[in-house]
């Protein structure tokens, strides 16, 4: 299926490895142009070098923390005029309601919602111009269904989840289209964490831990990075531009709600 | 995008024409072989030989109204191991309330709710012997946002979205996934009718009524078929078996709810 | 606090025990004259009589199956302009999907869809004259959260649920609302029977069974009917009238998603 | 209907006026002691007087924002072991996406998602110990349906919707609940407000802005504060206990979607 999308260019943000590699990578074969971020500079380097060779697109690197205006500013420069962005950066640690300080919020609120917000006030207006705008965020299962361990990860990401939603509105007519994949469970670096956490916490062996995370979903497997890519890919395509709004669960089928 | 699904057969329920048959050419045009269904003759063979001759896929034709238990039979006969099925079907009338008699909504459930239901019997044992299978429903965007002069059509819709909700729990297991695409407002044929509706209802002239049609979609424009029938695709692809239990909208952007 | 409702008329369908009795009770005690129904006379009997002796209101009883257009009559008869409409029937027994028949289907369609929509058409003008109405569904918590093994329940549940909605734009207007709450284990006749059939079905004992019934339950308890019933009675108040159109869960907090 | 709370004690915030007074005035008079606040002591010292003349209950004023360190602590020595507690505080102004800096962002969640995190700390681990709780958050109707010029609205009420549900989770087995109300269109002092907003920023006249409030809602009217407050009340009364985690709409029937 030609998505439509050969040429275009992307911004990614948290995107030199996980989830957001993925996406990179499947746009990346689709002749998008994309640039990636990360905190780690060597992460970043492998994942440019990677792309821009395997699959004959400019890849271009921005190292930091993309929730600081210096690196958001960075990620303009490199790409003036993006065509789709990917919304992204890592959740907090799980941490129990009656020990969250207020700083802890406010801190994760500024990662999740604020800084990504910031950042679409920099790309919209030339995408409404140009009429063509895919956002992307990845958010996480638990919008939909919070788990109360992880109040700083839902709480913000909810947040997010209601002004993307009232954004759409108003930029539909422009053919900027936002989206929102919602991930359970991917085999990524952040379920090796969790286990790690698990083990520590519950004192379960990392065989456990793993069986755990795969016993909560109902396709009875981890996604693959790969799966995921593409479905970010293909929101991103020229002929999804009617699709906007939309919370889109990858998750093996494990949510329990109609809607 | 490689959807990995070329080889693949489906079964696509009313498909000689409209957003059916949208779905049924993007499947064709990745490899797929169909067998389109639709009451009119004349509309199969056209679609039939249009798709066989331009994607070079086998394409087989089935006539009848795919509710009743003959056609069910037929066209399982015409491809005995379906991978992928569409469930579809023509809508009925929009009917006040007060005016819905018990054959109206029995005759409406029959053909939206019972009858689709009785075609997955058929089907859903062998998709889970071969660990591959993909159903999609074309619903309606009724089914979240309940227009009064539609309950016959959003009625059995609605009961059907939560059958195939509870049914994609125990399939997911075995790759086979059920998702529901809820279209609004597509350029095709019903459009059409329902600007002629309108038209005699209201006493509007076709410009006046295809503006309105127009104008409660937040993109500003009537989706295109083929944008429908590529998502379609992309939920029947190998990589799209991570997600199931979903109902995406293809609504411009139009739906006020969060979630 | 005052519902405002002393003296309001009442037709409760399946109301001569369990949930339904629940809030044929807490109207009474508000002062609410109530039509009781039930397949068994003795039931209705002991229900009116109970009644009618504890809170001095009119309680009449009209025995039959309220999906029969029969009964439905006789319903109106003994209460011609009823101001309070409860919807409630008994469900199916769980079925297994492949195991259910057309007829089955057709069956359970027929008395949690088609009929209680039949009755309401017979009362919904008169409500919308006098600009007083509260029309209550009892559903089921399934509808938002679909069993696989209870299609014949949720499937047309979750229709009347659409066209509940549908309907409810329509009458807000003229002072008539829509409403239904959503059970999940309540301490009735139904938990009971639940609990004999998996005993029967998967041999354990009946404090296995009540236990695990209990276990599903975030509150840690069963329900209690007069819960419910004061549930129902609130949303029956004057003062409700400015919700419509809405389903309130009463599940101990179970339900895991955020809407 | 009694509601089985007399004598128990409330701390509302943002009560001296509109909706959060209204909600203290139901529980007032049913036998509710109440802590009022409000950022003027005028205001505050009028409502206290009322409600313990008109009640006979103990009515106690805290002047001062909620949203800071010391005015909870003062709230919490107003009333050490609370029952119920209403979250409650003024919406900032309808600003444009655009327009929106971090700084905006940052005050409203602290504001509207931070501070009633903080203040609920305080006051869960006694509730729990207790065995009895009724948290109710005052939130808005878009939450469930953003207005893309609300953005500073709905997304730290969007966050706090979802902390709230997470914690209805945990804290369901002791009897403590955690619901919302969601209003849209009552008439105070807000509506007032924004009617004024409207004049000036369209340059229409005070009727028109009224009268464009109502077409908004079904219900063809606006809501009255006591409708609210006894909806409060409800959810807060004894016989409650098992519902939690909801996010009941008082709209006059104006939400579009299913749930």
């Known amino acids: 299926m030609d998505?439509?999308?050969s040429g275009r260019n992307a911004i990614l943000l948290a995107s030199s490895r996980g989830l957001g590699y993925a996406c990179a990578?499947?746009?990346?074969?689709?002749?998008?142009?994309?640039?990636?971020?990360?905190?780690?500079?060597?992460?970043?380097?492998?994942?440019?070098?990677?792309?821009?060779?395997?699959?004959?697109?400019?890849?271009t690197g921005v190292v930091g923390d993309s929730s600081t205006d210096e690196v958001q500013e960075e990620l303009i420069n490199a790409c003036p005029t993006p065509d789709i962005v990917l919304l992204n950066g890592e959740g907090p640690s799980p941490k129990?309601?009656?020990?969250?300080?207020?700083?802890?919020?406010?801190?994760?609120?500024?990662?999740?919602?604020t800084a990504p917000l910031m950042f679409l006030q920099r790309?919209?207006?030339?995408?409404?111009e140009r009429k063509f705008g895919r956002i992307i965020a990845i958010s996480s299962a638990m919008v939909k269904s919070p788990n109360p361990a992880m109040s700083l990860s839902h709480g913000p990401r909810l947040g997010l989840t209601g002004v993307l939603k009232g954004l759409s509105k108003d930029l539909a007519?422009?053919?900027?289209?936002?989206?929102?994949?919602?991930?359970?469970?991917?085999?990524?670096?952040?379920?090796?964490?969790?286990a790690q956490l698990a083990m520590q916490l519950r004192g379960i062996?990392?065989?456990?831990?793993?069986?755990?995370?795969?016993?909560?979903?109902?396709?009875g497997r981890l996604g693959q990075p790969n799966e995921f890519g593409d479905a970010c890919a293909f929101l991103c395509s020229a002929q999804a531009g009617y699709i906007s709004g939309q919370n889109l669960q990858l998750d093996g089928g494990s949510y329990e709600g109609v809607f």
Not at 96 to 113: E, G, H, P, Y
Not at 173 to 194: A, G, W
Request: glycine residues 4%; hydrophobic residues 40%.
């Open 205 to 219: 062996t990392y065989e456990e831990a793993r069986a755990e995370q795969v016993k909560s979903i109902k396709a």
């Open 3 to 5: 998505l439509g999308i």
């Open 173 to 194: 007519r422009f053919n900027v289209t936002v989206n929102q994949l919602l991930p359970e469970r991917f085999d990524t670096y952040r379920q090796e964490q969790m």
């Open 25 to 59: 990578e499947s746009l990346a074969r689709e002749g998008v142009n994309v640039v990636i971020n990360g905190r780690t500079a060597a992460d970043v380097e492998t994942a440019v070098s990677e792309l821009a060779t395997k699959y004959s697109v400019l890849a």
């Open 123 to 128: 790309v919209i207006p030339g995408m409404c």
């Open 96 to 113: 129990r309601f009656s020990n969250i300080s207020n700083a802890d919020m406010t801190d994760s609120v500024q990662r999740s919602l």
